[in-house]
C-alpha cells in the first residue's frame, strides 16, 4: 500500500503562482512514475503532469508546458509541481498519482487551486 499526502493548494490571482507537492509513504521502493491530475467541476478528470521515478523523463499536458514544472525527491518520495502564470482554467482540484511497478495506480485526497481574473 501507498499513502499520498498532498499540499500547497489554495487561491491566487491571475498571473500567480503555487507550488503543490506530495509526499508517499509505505510501498515507495517500487514506485516507477508520480504525477498529478486535475478535475474540474463537471469535467473530468485530466492528465496534467508525470515523472518518471528512474531517470526523470517528464511528461505535460499541451497547455501546462512552459508554465507549470513537475520535479521529484527520490530520497523524500516527493513530487513537486511549480506552477507559474496560472489562469482561471487551471482552477481544479489537483490530485496526486503514483504508479508502481506492477501497473497499481494509487491517488491522493486532492487539493484545491483557485485561479481568479
Known amino acids: 500500500q501507498v499513502q499520498l499526502v498532498e499540499s500547497g493548494g489554495g487561491s491566487v490571482q491571475a498571473g500567480g503562482s503555487l507550488r503543490l507537492s506530495c509526499a508517499a509513504s509505505?510501498?515507495?521502493?517500487?514506485?516507477?512514475?508520480m504525477g498529478w491530475f486535475r478535475q474540474d467541476s463537471g469535467k473530468e478528470r485530466e492528465f496534467v503532469a508525470r515523472?518518471?521515478?528512474?531517470?526523470?523523463?517528464?511528461n505535460y499536458v499541451d497547455s501546462v508546458k512552459g508554465r507549470f514544472t513537475i520535479s521529484r525527491d527520490n530520497a523524500k518520495n516527493t513530487v513537486s509541481l511549480q506552477m507559474h502564470s496560472l489562469q482561471p482554467e487551471d482552477t481544479a482540484v489537483y490530485y496526486c498519482n503514483l504508479a508502481v511497478t506492477d501497473g497499481t495506480i494509487y491517488w491522493g485526497q486532492g487539493t484545491q487551486v483557485t485561479v481568479s481574473s
Open positions: 509505505g510501498r515507495t521502493s517500487s514506485i516507477y512514475a
Open positions: 515523472i518518471r521515478w528512474s531517470g526523470g523523463r517528464t
